[in-house]
């Protein structure tokens, strides 16, 4: 039975082989089946003229006849997207034999006659088919024949040769200049094929390879700039500098050339150059055009002065308008009525299983303030609310807190009333006459908060405050100084410098007033290198004590020094160099610090390498530990001797805790291992130092994370990989770090409650270490800033029944829910503005400064202390606070209503025809709200927009051209 078993599998096998041959075979036959009769015939017709080619004995005419026919079989081939057209691919075998005839006739004829020009013609489009590699043949005939017929070969030719264009120029780019210059005028010969056939794209990168971007302009025209534009412009995040100044600067000329200034303005703001702000104003008298662009100023708090007869136009950059707006909005979506922080916490629904009763019904100094603060943000700028302005008495619960807490308590009068200046002052002119000194500190740094963002001729905030910035009562003092570094964040204003920078320098005045005044300093001119400024914070902090460098309060003075390069990238060199000088601990952080500011939305990746390098470095004892480990057993046993030895002459006292006595009596005992001992002197002589310096060591890795979030919040990619990196800090990292992480987390996701990140950080809310879970719930905060998300809303509710026994903790879970239903879901923390293409170095300068300053929460924001500033720090989120809006008003500035299509932004880079640029929209009718990623249309031609993007407040003109077909 054996063998005829074996016999069935030996056919079985044969026949599951057949089976698998099946497809192979009927491939072969395809490739082996005979060509049809047209086929053959063009086939022997291309190879009977290719031998003619090789005949020596032809006449030049009769070669160019030959040639003539077989341009006309290669040009009048037709072929589907996906096959080689028939002559090429008949043609291909014969190449090389080309070639040699080519080298034969250049020899004979010269290499200028046109029959040579001809056949190089012809060679360059074969060389496509012919895969030589290094060799780029098609651009090596290209460009020995008439390089004007170029156009005549079609768009994959084109595209190839592009394409060996790109890869010739980098290899011959300093070796060979000539061929360089050629290539670059054959590449500027291309450029417009590729513009009138609907691939900007192509052009684009082609003049990339070839560092010409700056002769696009010359090429675009109205039915291709457009595109060309948008395409440069969504390079620029993947560009290494200089080159995205070099694409953003022919954007800016393209746009200007075709009276596009708004998306002119939008470049030149990114650019951060006043000069080329000011071209786009001066290319139009349209004083309504202006009055546009001075809204879009307005959004990134700009200190662009106009002149004085321009006033204006100046009001609607100042901003001035800005409350009357806000309220328009409120009313128009009907939500006038102020809310109570019940509405917010909602404590029937929280669950009570974890403690006494529920969270709501705590009366505690404590939690009162953290009412206060969730009061601030649920009303602000509303001009009303139900628990501090209360009718019945103005002052109930402000007496309901205690110590700083009055300070913040009143102080919160200015957010309620925010932007409307002149009814905030009212509100706030009775308390700045209190006998309380809480109080009265709580109504100057209400001033500062209410003018945050308003910057008009009176300057009343400069008025009222400077008197008290030299007070000798340090509350009103340090009120004082945040108040005007809140008031004056971005306004450049030298009036506030002079007051502020003899503070700065004075080593006499006490540091956190020191440190403070260079930190509103630093929110003032943010983003300027003021010299003056620069210089003195240096400065100081090489005369300052060296213990003084390690008190808590010297972060601020070097975010100060940081704030005020941000986004200048490489113009931070010089103060890096500096820093160098100050020989402490902090001067490592100071170096980080600044140059995460610098790079702050760049996505520069080496920059973000750099950062990771330092958040993997390991604290001295866990690199001891190591070395320990890859020791031998000999070198362990000898180490282990040692410290025998060492303990016996100690008394058993551990190493790291040594002090000065036992130096001495160590050395008596190992007198004849005379280097250990001197080594061992050595550290322990150290050690103390080492303990106070610790913390300031690994400062900057915490400091490091932030940069990550900072720098990557730049593209969406970045964003995305400093996420799963944010994972791995929290396994691995040290305390600082773990502690950094969900700050950086919520930095780069600010008002886009994403459910992967705030699923992430609730988790981390219930982390063992508290300083960890308390910053975890203000990220959750800040990632759902002013969104009201019901599913964040629920877990912060939970987190208040949890942590009901911490009321550090409870606090903060305050504060996140304060900040979600920031003015009841109407205003956003998000950094970004004109569809999340600039960055506002302000509103990045606020959110750093409360990171920063959660670095160590106990220290700052969740400190109970009566002398230091505390929690009025959450008060420098105000400059980034901006209404989420979409107000349309007519020539007039007076709000006017017509429908508008909100829906998802769609990405329509380099996609072909004219794609939508929304998804999933809804009409309504203005004035709306645009949440993150969301774009708004007009839903017809009745008016025209004189802004490119529909954000913000914008101008409608008729349009004179429409016809309602309805009517």
Not at 238 to 259: C, E
Not at 560 to 572: A, D, H, N, R
Not at 576 to 588: G, N, Q, R, V, Y
């Amino acid at each position: 039975m054996a063998p005829v078993q074996q016999e069935e599998s030996k056919e079985q096998q044969s026949v599951v082989a057949k089976d698998a041959n099946q497809p192979q075979k009927k491939h072969v036959n395809k490739q082996e089946e005979e060509l049809s009769e047209e086929d053959q015939q063009l086939k022997e017709e291309l190879e009977s003229t290719v031998e003619k080619l090789k005949e020596p004995n032809q006449s030049e005419d009769q070669y160019a006849k030959y040639l003539e026919s077989l341009k006309r079989s290669i040009q009048d081939s037709t072929t589907s997207m996906t096959a080689v057209p028939k002559p090429l691919k008949f043609l291909r075998p014969s190449y090389p034999d080309l070639t040699e005839v080519y080298d034969q006739w250049s020899k004979k004829y010269g290499e200028k006659a046109t029959i040579v020009f001809n056949l190089a013609d012809i060679l360059s489009v074969l060389a496509m088919t012919y895969s030589n590699e290094d060799k780029k043949d098609s651009v090596k005939y290209r460009l020995l024949s008439n390089t004007d017929t170029i156009q005549d070969w079609g768009h994959e030719y084109l595209r190839h040769l592009a394409l060996e264009i790109g890869e010739s120029y980098q290899e011959n780019l300093g070796v060979d200049e000539e061929l360089v210059s050629k290539l670059t005028q054959l590449a500027l010969k291309i450029v417009p094929y590729f513009l009138h056939h609907n691939a900007e794209a192509d052009a684009v990168d082609l003049l990339s390879e070839i560092e010409s971007i700056d002769k696009l302009p010359q090429f675009v025209d109205d039915n291709t700039y457009a595109r060309a534009c948008l395409y440069v412009t969504s390079m620029v995040p993947y560009l290494a500098p200089p080159d995205d100044l070099s694409f953003l600067n022919t954007a800016f000329a393209i746009y200007l050339s075709h009276g596009q200034l708004t998306q002119a303005l939008t470049i030149a703001i990114k650019l951060d150059d006043k000069e080329l702000i000011e071209q786009v104003f001066n290319s139009t008298k349209d004083e309504l055009v202006h009055k546009q662009l001075g809204f879009i100023l307005s959004q990134q708090l700009s200190n662009f002065k106009l002149p004085e007869e321009n006033q204006e136009v100046q009001e609607t950059i100042s901003n001035v308008k800005l409350s009357e707006y806000f309220q328009y909005l409120i009313k128009e979506l009907n939500l006038l009525d102020p809310r109570v922080p019940e509405d917010v916490y909602k404590s029937h629904l929280e669950n009570s299983k974890f403690g006494l009763g529920t969270s709501g019904s705590i009366d505690s100094a404590k939690q009162n303030l953290a009412a206060a603060f969730v009061n601030a943000f649920l009303n602000l700028g509303f001009g009303k609310d139900k628990l501090v302005k209360s009718e019945e008495d103005n002052k109930s619960w402000i007496y309901r807190t205690k110590g700083k807490g009055m300070v913040s308590t009143t102080a919160s009068l200015g957010s309620l009333h925010q932007w409307d200046v002149n009814e905030g002052l009212q509100v706030l002119d009775k308390f700045t006459y209190s006998d309380d000194p809480e109080v009265k500190a709580g109504a100057l740094l209400g001033t500062g908060i209410v003018s945050a963002n308003v910057h008009d001729d009176v300057d009343a905030a400069l008025a009222l405050l400077q008197e008290f910035v030299n007070d000798s009562n340090k509350l009103y003092q340090t009120a004082a100084i945040n108040g005007l570094g809140i008031a004056f964040a971005g306004s450049a204003n030298e009036e506030v410098l002079n007051l502020l920078l003899p503070l700065v320098s004075d080593l006499d005045a006490p540091l956190e007033v020191s440190c403070l005044a260079a930190l509103a300093l630093g929110h003032t001119f943010v983003g300027t290198c003021h010299g003056d400024i620069t210089s003195t914070i240096l400065q100081t902090l090489l005369e300052r004590d060296f213990a003084q460098l390690a008190n808590k309060f010297i972060k601020f003075m070097a975010l100060g020094l940081g704030l005020l390069y941000m986004g200048k990238t490489e113009q931070v060199e010089d103060v890096l160099e500096t820093i160098d000088a100050i020989e402490h601990p902090i001067s490592k952080t100071l170096k980080v610090l600044v140059n995460i500011c610098a790079y702050a939305g760049t996505g520069n990746v080496l920059q973000i390498q750099a950062l990771l390098q330092m958040c993997a470095a390991k604290p001295k004892d866990q690199l001891d530990e190591e070395k320990k480990l890859e020791q031998s057993e000999e070198d362990q046993q000898k180490t282990e001797e040692k410290e025998k030895h060492k303990n016996e002459g100690e008394g058993d006292v551990e190493m790291e805790d040594a002090k000065d006595g036992n130096e001495t009596q160590e050395g008596e005992q190992t007198e004849p291992k005379a280097n250990a001992t001197e080594a061992t002197e050595n550290e322990n002589k150290e050690e103390p130092d080492d303990d106070e310096v610790e913390e300031d060591e690994e400062l900057y890795q915490g400091i490091a994370v932030l940069g990550l979030a900072c720098i990557a919040m730049g593209e969406d990619i970045g964003q995305d990989m400093s996420l799963r990196h944010f994972g791995h800090f929290m396994h691995y990292g040290n305390s600082l770090i773990r502690r950094a992480v969900p700050l950086a987390m919520g930095l780069v996701s600010v008002s886009n409650p994403q459910i992967k990140v705030f699923e992430t950080l609730s988790r981390y809310s219930h982390d063992p270490d508290l300083e960890v879970a308390q910053n975890s719930i203000y990220a959750m905060g800040l990632v759902g800033a002013g969104t009201n998300n019901a599913r964040l809303a629920q877990l912060l509710r939970q987190l208040a029944s949890y942590y009901i026994k911490s009321p550090d903790t409870l606090f903060m879970v305050r504060i996140a829910q304060g900040l979600l239903h920031l003015g009841k879901g109407t205003l956003t923390l998000s950094p970004f503005n004109v569809e999340r293409t600039v960055l506002s170095n302000t509103a990045l300068a606020s959110l750093l400064t409360i990171s920063v300053a959660l670095l160590d929460p106990r220290a700052f924001i969740l400190n109970d202390s009566t002398t230091e500033t505390s929690h009025e720090l959450l008060y420098y989120l105000t400059p980034a606070v901006k209404p989420k809006m979409l107000v349309t008003i007519d020539e007039n500035l007076q709000p006017l209503k017509v429908n508008v299509r909100v829906g998802q932004a769609v990405d329509v880079v380099g996609q072909a025809g004219k794609p939508k640029t929304i998804t999933g929209w809804v009409t309504q009718s203005t004035p709306v709200l645009l949440n993150y990623g969301e774009r708004a249309e007009l839903e017809n031609d009745e008016y025209i927009s004189l802004s490119n993007s529909l954000e913000g407040v914008v101008i409608l003109k008729k349009n004179p051209e429409f016809m309602d077909i309805d009517s």
